[in-house]
T-cell receptor
Framework: GAVVSQHPSWVICKSGTSVKIECRSLDFQATTMFWYRQFPKQSLMLMATSNEGSKATYEQGVEKDKFLINHASLTLSTLTVTSAHPEDSSFYIC???????????FGPGTRLTVT | QQPVQSPQAVILREGEDAVINCSSSKALYSVHWYRQKHGEAPVFLMILLKGGEQKGHDKISASFNEKKQQSSLYLTASQLSYSGTYFCGTEPNAGGTSYGKLTFGQGTILTVHP
């Protein structure tokens, strides 16, 4: 199946700093990428949808100035958590799908801890 | 609108069968099933698009009812590797304009014992 990678796997940062998470589709072109957030023992919450070359669409309640998303190419999307605070600590997962296919393939996730 | 999964948890012995349900109050465009193991990302299992559809591979199969409001995931002759949390992700019937944007159920924790 299709492979999606995320980098880093985990990151610890200090409050007030920014963190960038990369999501790459390794063997297919992802016209659409999705960013999710997952708290322990909870479901995946969609944060935003990003299409290559256009602005991301954010879900209600997600601050677009805090969670910056860039989908610069058909294989790379980035999520930058700006001015991170402890409440931003979470498991962030990206997924990607090809234009002609409906399956979403998930990256391995990034665990962010803000101290 | 978040779909409702049932049961919340199920415990099996190896070789036993299980059914996990996913229900929506409105007709859906598609249902996607995923399995997630602790600390890992969800793994795609299958997608159903047509009312009345049934599909599967190996001993895992799924169905989508005619009204496209309920899907069930069937796990037969369970193996230890089946343990994990199963999520259904649903796409609303918005003429395809939501294009892959999924809302996930709360998950069903499946534990298989030897």
């Amino acid at each position: 199946g299709a492979v999606v990678s995320q980098h880093p796997s985990w990151v610890i940062c200090k409050s007030g700093t920014s963190v960038k998470i990369e999501c790459r589709s390794l063997d297919f072109q992802a016209t659409t990428m999705f960013w999710y957030r997952q708290f322990p023992k909870q479901s995946l919450m969609l944060m935003a949808t990003s299409n290559e070359g256009s602005k991301a669409t954010y879900e209600q309640g997600v601050e677009k100035d805090k969670f910056l998303i860039n989908h610069a190419s058909l294989t790379l999307s980035t999520l930058t958590v700006t001015s991170a605070h402890p409440e931003d600590s979470s498991f962030y997962i990206c997924s990607a799908s090809e234009g002609s296919s409906y399956e979403q393939y998930f990256g391995p996730g990034t665990r962010l801890t803000v101290t | 609108q978040q779909p409702v999964q049932s049961p919340q948890a199920v415990i099996l012995r190896e070789g036993e069968d299980a059914v996990i349900n996913c229900s929506s109050s409105k007709a859906l465009y598609s249902v996607h099933w995923y399995r997630q193991k602790h600390g890992e990302a969800p793994v795609f299992l299958m997608i159903l698009l047509k009312g009345g559809e049934q599909k599967g591979h190996d001993k895992i199969s799924a169905s989508f009812n005619e009204k496209k409001q309920q899907s069930s995931l069937y796990l037969t002759a369970s193996q230890l590797s089946y343990s994990g949390t199963y999520f259904c992700g649903t796409e609303p019937n918005a003429g395809g304009t939501s294009y892959g944007k999924l809302t996930f159920g709360q998950g069903t924790i499946l534990t298989v014992h030897p």
